[in-house]
């Protein structure tokens, strides 16, 4: 049984900085790595960021340059760290484990956290 906890999320100022946690536990060893999503009320559920196990990372060009994919092997975490976040990040960002056969697809996703809020105000 693979677990998945997000944590980190909040409000913040348009311009500031967040950083976002994703402990996981389970067989993990048999996937290609973590990826992160986020979905807006109304939205589809849109590939943010992700890690493989051999720390190569892939970005969505709405992040490039702002966001930041990381893990701490020793403590079972994969951070995100958000900078420069503005209204249009504001979602509900998802861990989740990679099984198929794309980085940005949320159908290569097997199992999922229930998701932190980040609300970026004006």
């Known amino acids: 049984q693979v677990q998945l906890v997000e944590s980190g999320g909040g409000l913040v100022q348009a311009g500031g900085s967040l950083r976002l946690s994703c402990v996981h536990s389970?067989?993990?060893?048999?996937?290609?790595?973590l990826g992160w999503f986020r979905q807006a009320p109304g939205k589809e559920r849109d590939f943010v960021a992700a890690i493989s196990w051999s720390d190569s990372t892939y970005y969505s060009d709405s992040v490039k340059g702002r966001f930041t994919i990381s893990r701490d092997n020793a403590k079972n975490t994969v951070y995100l760290q958000m900078n420069s976040l503005s209204p249009e990040d504001t979602a509900v960002y998802y861990c989740a484990r990679r099984v198929g056969s794309s980085w940005y697809r949320v159908l290569s996703y097997d199992s999922w956290g229930r998701g932190t809020q980040v609300t970026v105000s004006s």
């Open positions: 389970g067989r993990t060893f048999s996937a290609y790595g």
